[in-house]
């Protein structure tokens, strides 16, 4: 892990994604580890960290999280929490004290001016509704939205809600990348990162 930390700030980014599950101890450790990396290399503090729960966290966790991001004075070095609620929390009308309690999650992690995102509970516009109670904003993706028509009607939707918007991908093809890329003007940023899950295939296309 902390190779690939060097490596990523090395030739990439300060912007560092880091994906967690249900252990919060595991998770709290990760971040110490990596941060440290990230505050030797960025003296300027000119670094980030985007923390993907994958829908692993419990409210709990997402309290005891905000706390230690608080402890090691990191909340304007945090650009994102990305979907820390259940995946199938919206699928149905019930749960609704845990519904409530992820609603004041968000006012929690709006105090520290640490966005949430839904993403694997954004897949269509018709999620945006459902969603906007508990997040700042929604990771589009192009796979998930039904093509690019869907996708540019989900990002304008969302942000006429008053929601961030943010563009990522699944793994994928170079003409896959490509066709996410152009919705980049119309979201706050993207994490558009198959290149460097499959660098081969991506160096073997431009080359040909």
């Known amino acids: 892990m902390e190779q690939e930390t060097h490596k990523a700030v090395d030739n990439y980014s300060n912007y560092v994604k880091i994906k967690l599950d249900a252990d919060y101890h595991k998770g709290a450790d990760i971040i110490h580890r990596i941060t440290t990396i990230l505050r030797e290399k960025c003296p300027h503090n000119d670094w980030k960290i985007a923390i993907d729960a994958n829908g692993a966290w419990s409210p709990s966790t997402a309290k005891a999280f905000l706390q230690?991001?608080?402890?090691?004075?990191?909340?304007?070095?945090?650009?994102?929490?990305?979907?820390?609620?259940?995946?199938?929390l919206f699928k149905s009308d019930e749960r609704s004290d845990e519904k409530n309690e992820w609603r004041l999650i968000k006012t929690l992690f709006s105090e520290h001016k640490i966005p949430v995102f839904g993403d694997e509970s954004m897949c269509t516009v018709a999620d945006?509704?459902?969603?906007?109670?508990?997040?700042?904003?929604?990771?589009?993706?192009?796979?998930?939205?039904?093509?690019?028509?869907?996708?540019?009607?989900?990002?304008?939707?969302?942000?006429?809600?008053?929601?961030?918007?943010?563009?990522?991908?699944?793994?994928?093809?170079?003409?896959?990348?490509?066709?996410?890329?152009?919705?980049?003007?119309?979201?706050?940023?993207?994490?558009?990162?198959?290149?460097?899950?499959?660098?081969?295939?991506?160096?073997?296309?431009h080359a040909q």
Do not use: C
């Not at 230690?68 to 199938?88: G, H, K, R, Y």
């Not at 994928?172 to 706050?188: C, F, I, Y």
């Open 68 to 88: 230690t991001v608080i402890d090691a004075n990191m909340q304007s070095n945090v650009f994102m929490l990305e979907q820390p609620f259940p995946t199938d």
């Open 128 to 205: 945006i509704p459902k969603l906007q109670d508990y997040v700042h904003g929604i990771n589009v993706k192009l796979e998930k939205a039904g093509g690019i028509r869907h996708a540019l009607h989900a990002l304008s939707l969302a942000k006429a809600q008053g929601l961030q918007v943010w563009v990522g991908i699944m793994v994928t093809s170079p003409v896959g990348l490509n066709a996410m890329a152009s919705l980049l003007p119309h979201a706050a940023s993207g994490d558009l990162d198959t290149v460097l899950v499959q660098p081969q295939q991506h160096t073997q296309q």
